[in-house]
């Protein structure tokens, strides 16, 4: 376990001026993402996930902490300094309508980031593009057709093309199937998955779905109001919550599996905003085991076992999770019938 | 299951709305269902995007959008059609005895109007108070849905409230007037995680005089607060029942595919489980079942249509479907 992570941000913090002042919408924040690891970050709005992805992806520059990316601090380079850096670095974003240009043919989208990094000659390029075409499933005869001729689920399938034209080391996906229905949300969680067996490239996975993140995800890191708040295994996660957070995630990301009723767990009020951050731990206004320590110090973001994730909490494990221990034991398909609650 | 029973409160029969078509031709966005929700019971609808769930609610409203229009069958609330009633009395039930509840709040929340004045006005419509008294119950609708501090609120515009709040004052503008039937479109779609928690269980715990129509695209919600599920497919329904069984005994392969596409937390990783290919678009003529070029189980009977009809578990469990997932040992496919 030598080998340094492919991606590690450390003591990332990214604010935005506000009339009220500087707002951190990423506060301190670790993370670290292994070579062909797949990392899920979740949190709902206003927690930082999708600002830390484009800190991450450089659309926003850090005011404080690194980003080490194989081994170098891209934090600070400047747009002509990372575009060697792009090439290795690709990004797939939620809405497949308007991340890409309406006006092009799916060919020159396809084409733009090979000749921008000189991948080879005009017949180089075409073959790579039909390569790609049929790498995320879509016919050939694509290549001469607009994006508007394409359903969601299709659109998306070229973001992914388009993301993988360079055989990236890592692609960072923010919300990539939430816009999509749910038969075709399976079908492009498995082309990425594809993809990876393929080209053994890490993903960082932006969501709001804790139920699809652990079902994709190596290891799961839980975000609320710019910070960690748990990071483990996504076993761990589900299985193992350890934040009040998330076992209240858990049990209010409905899946249709009924015979699994999960006890409720519901949060009293709204997610604060960065602007207006409680004091103490950001949670604890909405905590249902919060005490008086909670409200006057914050906690770090710490190891709860040997082997085990982190946590930022001063009570660990004291909320249980919203099911029983038993329910993952069985690994039965048929476990939606008679299973224990 | 149609229509007898007296505590029916929405009834819709036999409905088909069509639009035109370029070529000339009529697509029936919804085409031929009939449903009923009775007091105290949750319906929850669902589909996925261009299944015709949302035209279906609109129409309960009588807002079907142009160049859609209402081709056949009927809509009835507490007996009281609502397919060709004139737009006068449309608006009386509207926000009398059909509460309406939409994804995006300030579809349904005039922004230029305080949050009392949007309740007072429609209490004073519906239930003929004075203003003072309208603005008593405005304010004891809005404790009812669980809001801090409503007598402030009163003075709030719908843009001062975060999302939860506002789809909070969208349902006590929904419930204030004592409806029969609350039709909710996606009604926690835009909303995150534990805000979704929070107005489920208010919709789980308000709804109880009423009956409700819930529209969603997700398996899981529907799960969480329906007592029967409905699934459509352009504009068909394929499936309806008792909610704990048709999602533990799905006899439709679409809604078993449907619940195998889902992501859950006890199910073995990495990969999902999807439908294959993608739902048709509009067509003027249908052939036998829509689902059939996705189907596993497609054969040549399938080239006419199905009428859905019970499928020998709970009475109202009905199937639209030849080859219907044998009933020994039926189970969700993993």
């Given at each position: 376990m030598s080998v340094p992570p492919l991606l590690e941000a450390r003591d990332l913090s990214v604010g935005f001026r506000t009339r009220g002042g500087r707002v951190h919408a990423v506060d301190?924040?670790?993370?670290s993402v292994g070579r062909g690891e797949t990392v899920g970050l979740v949190g709902e709005s206003g927690s930082g996930k999708s600002t830390l992805a484009l800190t991450i992806m450089r659309a926003h520059r850090p005011d404080g902490g690194t980003i080490r990316f194989d081994g170098r601090d891209i934090g600070q380079l400047s747009p002509a300094a990372m575009k060697p850096i792009?090439?290795?670095l690709q990004m797939i974003f939620q809405d497949?309508?308007?991340s890409l240009d309406p006006r092009m043919t799916v060919g020159r989208i396809l084409a733009e980031p090979l000749k921008a990094h000189r991948w080879g000659d005009r017949t180089a390029i075409r073959a790579r593009v039909a390569d790609l075409l049929d790498a995320v499933g879509l016919p050939s005869?694509?290549?001469?057709?607009?994006?508007?001729?394409?359903?969601?689920?299709?659109?998306?399938?070229?973001?992914?093309?388009?993301?993988?034209?360079?055989?990236?080391?890592?692609?960072?996906?923010?919300?990539?199937?939430?816009?999509?229905?749910?038969?075709?949300?399976?079908?492009?969680?498995?082309?990425?998955?594809?993809?990876?067996?393929?080209?053994?490239?890490?993903?960082?996975?932006?969501?709001?779905?804790?139920?699809?993140?652990?079902?994709?995800?190596?290891?799961?890191?839980?975000?609320?109001?710019?910070?960690?708040?748990?990071?483990?295994?996504?076993?761990?996660?589900?299985?193992?919550?350890?934040?009040?957070?998330?076992?209240?995630l858990l049990s209010a990301t409905p899946t249709p599996d009924v015979a699994q009723r999960r006890q409720r767990v519901i949060l009293a009020g709204d997610p604060p905003s960065p602007i207006d951050r409680p004091a103490g731990c950001p949670f604890h206004p909405r905590c249902p085991i919060a005490e008086d320590r909670c409200r006057m110090e914050t906690p770090d973001l710490t190891?709860?076992?040997?082997?085990?994730?982190?946590?930022?909490?001063?009570?660990?494990?004291?909320?249980?999770?919203?099911?029983?221990?038993?329910?993952?034991?069985?690994?039965?398909?048929?476990?939606?019938?008679?299973?224990?609650? | 299951m149609m229509g007898g029973a007296t505590d029916t409160v929405l009834a819709v029969e036999d409905l088909r709305i069509g639009f035109p078509l370029a070529d000339g031709g009529v697509f029936n966005a919804v085409d031929g269902v009939s449903l009923a929700i009775a007091r105290g019971e949750i319906l929850g609808l669902v589909g996925e995007s261009g299944s015709g769930k949302s035209m279906l609610a609109l129409a309960t409203m009588g807002l079907v959008p142009r160049p859609g229009r209402v081709a056949g069958g009927r809509i009835e609330v507490l007996g009281e059609p609502v397919t060709g009633a004139p737009e006068k009395r449309l608006r009386a039930l509207r926000g009398g005895r059909i509460g309406m509840v939409f994804q995006d709040p300030m579809t349904g929340l005039n922004p230029v109007r305080s949050v009392g004045s949007i309740l007072a006005e429609s209490i004073r419509r519906h239930q003929g108070l004075d203003k003072a008294a309208a603005l008593d119950r405005a304010e004891a609708a809005l404790k009812a849905v669980g809001i801090p501090a409503p007598r402030a609120r009163?003075?709030?515009?719908?843009?001062?409230?975060?999302?939860?709040?506002?789809?909070?004052?969208?349902?006590?503008?929904?419930?204030?007037?004592?409806?029969?039937?609350?039709?909710?479109?996606e009604p926690t779609t835009a909303l995150d995680a534990t805000i979704q928690a929070q107005i489920l269980d208010l919709l789980r715990t308000r709804l109880s005089d009423a009956g409700g129509l819930?529209?969603?695209?997700?398996?899981?919600?529907?799960?969480?607060?329906?007592?029967?599920?409905?699934?459509?497919?352009?504009?068909?329904?394929?499936?309806?029942?008792?909610?704990?069984?048709?999602?533990?005994?799905?006899?439709?392969?679409?809604?078993?595919?449907?619940?195998?596409?889902a992501p859950r937390f006890d199910r073995a990783r990495p990969r999902l489980n999807p439908i294959p290919g993608q739902p048709p678009g509009p067509v003027a003529e249908r052939r036998g079942c829509s689902f059939r070029p996705r189907c596993a189980h497609a054969g040549e009977a399938c080239g006419v249509a199905p009428a859905l009809e019970p499928v020998g578990l709970s009475a109202d469990h009905r199937a639209?479907?030849?080859?219907?997932?044998?009933?020994?040992?039926?189970?969700v496919p993993a």
């Open positions: 301190r924040v670790s993370l792009r090439r290795r497949p309508y308007a005869d694509a290549v001469e057709r607009l994006p508007a001729q394409f359903s969601g689920g299709q659109r998306q399938r070229i973001a992914i093309a388009r993301a993988i034209a360079l055989e990236p080391d890592m692609i960072v996906a923010d919300e990539p199937v939430s816009a999509l229905d749910v038969s075709i949300q399976a079908q492009i969680v498995n082309l990425l998955r594809d993809i990876q067996e393929r080209l053994d490239n890490a993903f960082l996975v932006i969501a709001h779905d804790l139920a699809l993140v652990h079902q994709i995800a190596d290891r799961i890191v839980v975000m609320y109001l710019g910070r960690v708040v748990e990071e483990g295994t996504a076993d761990d996660i589900v299985e193992r919550p350890q934040h009040p957070y998330t076992v209240a190891a709860h076992g040997p082997g085990r994730g982190r946590v930022a909490c001063f009570f660990p494990g004291r909320l249980p999770p919203p099911w029983q221990p038993h329910t993952f034991g069985t690994d039965s398909p048929t476990g939606t019938e008679g299973s224990p609650r | 009163l003075e709030a515009y719908p843009h001062q409230l975060s999302g939860g709040l506002r789809q909070r004052v969208m349902i006590a503008l929904a419930l204030v007037n004592h409806p029969a039937v609350i039709v909710a479109d819930l529209i969603t695209h997700d398996l899981g919600v529907a799960a969480e607060i329906c007592d029967r599920i409905a699934v459509i497919y352009h504009g068909r329904l394929v499936e309806t029942g008792p909610a704990a069984e048709v999602l533990s005994r799905p006899v439709h392969p679409y809604t078993a595919g449907l619940i195998a596409a639209a479907c030849w080859h219907p997932l044998p009933a020994a040992g039926r189970r």
